[in-house]
């Protein structure tokens, strides 16, 4: 396999101006120009991005993967070392740089298809499938102005993604538009992927990154952590960064409301031994304990817990009363534990939401959203990504080998 | 340049960048591309009635018996409009596309080299509307035209080379565009636009003279023609005004700074081109 990207110890450095001064006075007085701290970006990182793979960047905000992505599409040039690119490439950095405001959709599209490198006659070859792609027919006469943001980027992504380089480069731009705009963008990704060409992304979405890159490359303040294939580098990124995170940091809670006859007072998490812990193995037990106070005494009250992922998809929702049991009354304070036997929680991170309700579940005493917060890490069974870990298996083909 | 002008992609951006300047101008006015008539037009009743009525600017009527101020003047005026505009519009290119530059790789030099073209197209207009006004006075300016238009060119060529040193001295300091505002103030008062040569002529011979009491002379005039800019407007003057071949001289002199301004403005801008983007 040859390499579509060779990264040969690339360091890039920065100034960080004490004062940043940009005029002529500032400067004359100085002497010279501004004093300025060095700041190293990048530091001797090397790999090489083999052709036709998708290759993720990964690691924390301020690693310098951003600015790494910057070099290998030439904006940023490096103080030392160098980027070889085999192949023409394409940068999706920001959707509709470029996009005059007063000029139409469609004289737009050959402006920003003119910047990203393409000639003419391409972008008239490929127009219909651009306006097409972005769902604009009707408004690719209209200024750009008056697009709603959500047009603005889809033409803009469109444009770039119509570019067909051999190399792309995406930077955190995966989140555009609504979703069925998402899963197209994500077809058009694996199309590219199918006709054998090189996606370099960037993205904090380690789910997705698991799924899409085949390789990755984990950078750390700077410098290059491990490179290799995505799945182990990514649960052990994933591994390493929430092992980090202090535990007392949990305080998310996003909404209370309620009558207040119960209270839910805390919620803790407990694994298989009864420890209090913030973060589980996939296919661990699981207990989810619900401390309340109840004000007064009341008649058979329901406990409802409900978990969402951090981007705010609805996972799983269980309260007491469908799960058979009838509290007759509670007075005072106490707790009531839900077992969960094997977490089937991809890895990612959870919210949970826990409330105090009455029978009839239409009064609620007590609401807490996102109460509790909590990890899930690389466990068994590990399947390759979602949200849900279905412990499924793969039988033997049935046919001619 | 060559090389890069060569690739028929840049020039292809180069013609779409300088299509977005000319379109995006004047878009949402009323009076829409009117407006880059209306303007010189402006300038130019002022400078009439100020300079060719209240101040009695004498000039010599040209061979061709033409002896009208207004004339005489935009013959000189326009081409020094487009220069001036061309270094203003063209030092803040870089800084204005700051968010394309940063985030998307090209030859940054065509964001300059569009909004200077950019200004020829209005300027070309400007110069079209002069050269009618002209034969309707009579002068027969038509067989001058492609000396206008290598004129215009050279013209380009040293603004463009001019404002590729200024557009990196603006991503350093950007004093640099209120710096060059005062310094365009300066320089075309220095350019006979609005007055003759003749007058410095006159105003050596009289500094002359009163310095002759230390035994002391000043080259007023040699000076004054180190401006390339007066030998651009002479040339301009020569053929539009006067219908004859600029002076060998000043055609010299058109082609020399061009070819000096722009060597130098492509050196220094390739040089600060890679930083640019972390500059910004």
């Known amino acids: ?401 | 340049m060559i090389a890069d002008l060569a690739n028929v992609r840049t020039r292809e951006l180069l013609a779409n960048l300088t299509l977005r300047e000319v379109k995006g101008r004047y878009k949402r006015t009323a009076l829409g591309n009117l407006w880059s008539l209306i303007n010189p037009i402006a300038t130019m009743l002022i400078y009439t009635v100020v300079f060719g009525y209240f101040m009695r600017v004498q000039i010599e009527p040209s061979p061709t018996g033409l002896d009208v101020f207004a004339l005489w003047l935009m013959c000189a005026l326009i081409p020094w409009g487009f220069f001036a505009a061309a270094l203003q519009t063209g030092l803040g290119s870089i800084v204005a596309n700051a968010n394309l530059v940063k985030k998307v790789f090209f030859p940054r030099e065509v964001l300059v080299a569009s909004s200077v073209f950019a200004l020829d197209v209005t300027t070309a207009i400007e110069l079209g509307v002069l050269m009618v006004a002209l034969m309707l006075f009579g002068q027969m300016v038509l067989p001058w035209l492609p000396m206008v238009l290598v004129l215009l060119a050279l013209l380009t060529l040293m603004a463009l080379g001019f404002a590729l040193v200024l557009a990196v001295a603006n991503v350093y300091f950007r004093d640099t565009e209120h710096f060059v505002a005062i310094l365009l103030q300066i320089w075309m008062y220095a350019t006979p636009i609005i007055y003759p040569f003749t007058y410095v002529v006159r105003a050596q011979e009289s500094l002359n003279v009163w310095l002759a009491q230390w035994d002391l002379s000043f080259p007023l005039t040699t000076l004054w023609e180190l401006n390339p800019m007066l030998h651009f407007t002479q040339a301009f003057r020569s053929v539009l005004y006067e219908e004859r071949m600029p002076s060998t001289t000043d055609l010299l002199w058109c082609v020399g700074s061009a070819a000096v301004a722009l060597t130098i403005g492509w050196y220094v801008f390739k040089k600060f081109e890679p930083r640019m983007a972390e500059e910004l």
């Open chain 1, 1 to 401: 396999m040859s390499t579509a990207i060779e990264v040969v110890d690339v360091s890039k450095r920065f100034r960080m101006y004490k004062e940043r001064n940009q005029s002529l006075k500032a400067s004359l007085m100085r002497g010279r120009r501004a004093k300025y701290d060095e700041f190293w970006a990048l530091r001797d990182v090397g790999f090489e991005i083999p052709e036709g793979t998708t290759f993720g960047l990964i690691g924390e905000n301020g690693s310098g993967k951003s600015t790494l992505l910057k070099c290998l599409a030439r904006i940023l040039v490096p103080d030392t070392g160098n980027v070889r690119v085999n192949g023409s490439m394409a940068a999706l950095l920001e959707l509709g740089s470029g996009f005059h405001p007063e000029l139409t959709g469609r004289e737009n599209v050959f402006l920003n298809g003119s910047i990203l490198g393409l000639g003419k006659k391409d972008i008239e070859s490929r127009f219909e499938e651009i306006v097409d792609f972005a769902g604009i027919e009707q408004f690719i006469d209209q200024p750009v102005k008056n697009y709603s943001s959500g047009m603005y980027v889809r033409l803009g992504f469109s444009v770039a993604i119509n570019v067909d380089p051999d190399i792309l480069l995406v930077d955190e731009v995966l989140a555009v538009g609504d979703a069925s705009f998402q899963a197209k963008c994500m077809e058009k990704f694996a199309d590219f992927r199918t006709a054998g060409k090189t996606v370099v992304i960037v993205s904090h979405a380690m789910g997705s990154m698991r799924t899409m890159c085949d390789h990755a490359a984990w950078l750390e303040h700077g410098r290059l952590v491990a490179s290799g294939p995505a799945t182990d580098l990514v649960d052990s990124y994933i591994d390493k960064t929430h092992t980090d995170r202090p535990v007392e940091e949990a305080v998310h809670e996003t909404g209370r409301h309620g009558s207040g006859e119960i209270t839910v007072e805390r919620v803790e998490l407990l694994d298989g031994a009864d420890e209090s812990v913030s973060s589980f193995r996939t296919g661990e037990a699981m207990s989810i304990r619900v401390h309340y106070r109840a004000h007064q005494t009341i008649e058979r009250p329901v406990f409802g817990l409900a978990i969402e992922t951090i981007e705010g998809t609805y996972v799983w929702a269980y309260h007491s009363r469908d799960g058979g049991l009838d509290i007759t009354s509670v007075s005072g304070d106490g707790f009531i534990d839900c077992t969960v036997p094997r977490l089937p929680l991809q890895p990612g991170t959870f919210d949970l939401t826990a409330s105090a309700v009455d029978w009839t579940t239409q009064h609620t005493y007590d609401l807490r959203r996102h109460i509790t917060r909590f990890d899930v890490e690389a466990g068994e069974p590990r399947e390759s990504g979602g949200i849900v870990a279905m412990g499924a298996t793969w039988s033997p083909i049935k046919g001619d080998a």
